[in-house]
């Protein structure tokens, strides 16, 4: 695994001692409140935090910045969830739905961005397009961060990990495939990939936004006893990974295909670049759905009796997961390239879209909790 | 495979092509192709439902070519576990025709490679000066390499590589997969199947008391695996649990008995349940003594003697009920008693009935509706509330307990059924209380309900006095004379003659009493003239209630009562009463149960596993997961360094030709070779063409 070269080694030393720092706040504060395990995972959230400052030093800043916009929200809150709508940037800046709101507009925006960059090959929209979309994943991953403490203020049992229904589940897609790209972006100096993948992110932003104002689906709901497993916080990011990256690899498909009938090939990155950073995503993608996998997998065992039971969710997920080892196989020992393979990320991405939502909209079984 | 006489390491040709195909990738991604396809069938065919549904939903013909194939239970079907059998084959063989070679490729360093095939490799580099040998091993041992050097006819050369976990990385994910495929066989039922096959078992079809379920039909308590379910009530235990098998059913003695002492649900202030928990002892099988205690929860379940013990569902367990039986057709009342979860008969108006009691649920939380502030007029356009709305993670709810509700149905002779839904508590409305109760003739469609009104005492037995003086058509006569006089009292019919008015009334009470409103709206179409309908209907209206006031009088009378006046609460309570009384001729078999009183008796369903697999299973993935990540993200890398002559030659391979080898070797070039020609050799063109073989 290569790491990107620390360019400031200060801000990493700053960003470890602050982790540290919060780490040790946090326990000295709440210790009594844990349990063994509980303190045992504090700390390794810690090292984890530090390694991933180490190994992508953009996060030396991302972190701190959505920590320090979480707890001024709760600063603010000062315990009353009223305060919600009274304080005036509680209201329009910083509960949890007011960033999802600023999140939505910011993906739309970065894409209109990157959208104009890639026609108009403007190397200053295409970087104003990524700190858009920077900007778009710090209001999101305050926003969960927000809503996971506003859920303790509605009632010291409903609050959860805000990875539990299909609303919370979709922010945390349009983090974490953001993220994903922007890591892409720097690593590739491919700016113009923005566009293609900020589509995917859009096309969830759209699906928020309607689940929000039809569905009311927004509002923060207590768990239902099945979901309340340790696993689940730890099997669904895990999950979000996967989705994430086979995203960005269909979508990456879709501009390798223009690119090879001459459709902005001279304004997107190489047919080769795009084919081999769909290749980094799906291989990323496919370790963790197959730890996601893994994790469901022990979490089913403890909640229904049985590891696996083909229940439709699970045989989906199956499908999902051997169709991309299908993929890495003739990619990387029958050594393909090219046309077939970025197809086959496309309809992939559909079979990955039909295991996460179709599942829950067409078919019945044991997971139906994310039901639309 | 291979026949007797050839000797393992020289199968036969038909063996080797045998071999050859299903140790090849082609063969392994159409297994995996297939295994998809067969996966889908099962998740978009719902499984294992009971067979009567499938063929009512796809007809005779269908069903008899579904059925052989296993359709209905696909996933353990003969041939797809032969399917996979064949993907564990396949894998299998792809380890030991790739291991050997990967291993001795691990091992070896080929530290002879001459300068010509250094110079044919992809990534490579010369430079006139050599290199600080010291200087090259400090780095190669800095950079993570193991290397050896070999030195002849003056050419100093270091063969080094790193990353050898790469192709371990191969060995662990392949072997994963047949590791977490023996788990699954051990945890799948292969050797009841087998013994099915063999005719030693067979599933039980008929609906039995467990205990008459014959021998050939039962697995004993020493079965390998197992997963089955079983519902035991509250001061119940049970032995056995049943396995689903297709058309019918497995018993499987369990090697203790399990006793539910009680089973509890807390709610969330919601509404929605916060938590299942079953307190349960463990009883010794033959002394019947408490061997453990425990409580098992959703996601805490309980282990003893190596069987597993799940919260799977609840439900009631046969609650003793207590019932008000009111005769809809003489108004009289007597108890009843009865049982939830079972079937008793009765007599109702001297035909025989069943009443088949369901479920009695002890809370009903129902979300009334928009509360006050939803509806209210401040939020102007829908955009604007939905704005207002989203912006709160918290939403506004209108709960509310309804209480206590028992369910049931009553089918006659003929077995045509009738289902209600009376709940218990009397339920507010607009600060009136009332008796609900639902009804419907199909389970498909939704209850109709029907509201009560209750009296001061908050019972419903003035209403059923009301309802009884306006369906009696004896007292008729008497009541459309007090009509009629209390009519001309107020002077409000006075042009009309009060006989006349007597007889109307009657009539109009003839018609209410033979189907209520509906009869006599019918009564009206048949009779009136449609453009006076209208008012006719308005008078009749009129004339209703006033018989209604005089029917209430009258009733009260009867009953030894004084009449109540006519005031705005009485006077609702008796509309109300028309309506009901209306309501109630489409109610079914003439009897209202009135549900007086429980004792709850719960039921916990549990699902019980026995699983030696599992272990094996978790085995496998973490080898999975290990081999996944040292196959991605290991680079197998070898390093040559060659000083020759005055010259250097570095060279570099990697099992992955992308640009993370052309980064490296960038790197490695930069470090190693001599600075005194830069630039030398062309940089290394970037890996473009289709690559990526391995070795
Ligand atoms: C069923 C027969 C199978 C065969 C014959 C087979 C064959 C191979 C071979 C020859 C490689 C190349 C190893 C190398 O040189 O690096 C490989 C790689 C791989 N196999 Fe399989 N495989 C099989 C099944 C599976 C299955 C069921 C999976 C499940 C996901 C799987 C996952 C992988 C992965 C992820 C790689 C990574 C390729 C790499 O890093 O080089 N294989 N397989």
Redesign the pocket.
Known sequence: MTTLPAKRPVGAIAFTALVLVAAMISFSRYRGAMDYYEQGILFACAAGLIWFGRFWPAMQRFLPLCGAIALAAIELYDRNLARGGSNFFLKYLLTSQSLVMWMCVLFFLATLMYWIGLLRRSASSLSIASGLTWAAATASLSSSLVRWYEGYLIGPDVGHIPVSNLYEVFVLFCLITALMYLYYEARFAARSMGAFVLLVISAAVGFILWYSFDRGAHEIQPLIPALQSWWMKIHVPANFVGYGAFAIAAMLGLAQLLVSRGILASRLPSYDTLGEVSYKAIAIG?LFFTIATILGAMWAADAWGGYWSWDPKETWALIV??NY?AW??VR??KGWRGNVLAWWSVIGLLVTTFAFLGVNMFLSGLHSYGGL | MTTKKSPRHHPAPFGRALFELF???R??IS??TVLSIASVIGTVLKQNEPYVNYRFEFGDFWFRIFEPLGLFDVYHTSWFLLLLAF?ML??S??IWR?VPG?LRDIRGWREKAGRSSLRLMAHHAEADGEANREHVLAHLTQSGFRFRIREHDRVWQVAAKRGAW??L??LF??AA?VVICIGGLLDGNLPLKLMELAGYKAPETRDMPQGQVPEISRLSASNLSFRGNVTVPEGAAADVVFLNAGKGYFVQELPFAIRLKAFHVDYYTTGQPKRFASDIDILDRQSGKIRQSGTVEVNKPMVVDGVAIYQASFGDGGSPLSFARWDLGNGSAAPLDARSQASSALTIAGQPYTLETGDLRVFNIENLGKTESQQSAVTVNKFEQALSQAASVKGEHNLRNLGPSVQFKLRDATGQAVEYLNYLAPQPLDDHLYLVTGMRREVAQPFTFIRMPLDTEGKVDTFMRVHHALLDPQQYPAIAKATADAAFRDGAFSATNRAQFAEVTRSVLTQFGSGGFPALERFLDGKVPAEQRQTVAQTYLKILQGAAVEAFAQAQRQAGLAPLPMDETNYRFLMDSLVATSNLFDYGPAVYLQPTGFTQVQASGFQLTRSPGKTVVYLGSVLLVMG?FC??YIREERLWVRLEAGRTLIAMTS?RRNADLDHAFAAHRAALLPESAPGAMPKPKPAATPDGE??
């Open positions: 496919f997961w051997l080892a890495l196989h990387l020992v | 140790s090849s990738m063969f392994a297994l995996l993907l396949s894998t063989l792809c790739h990967m790469q192709k990385g191969y994910a392949h997969i996944i196959m991605f099992n391995p070795t």
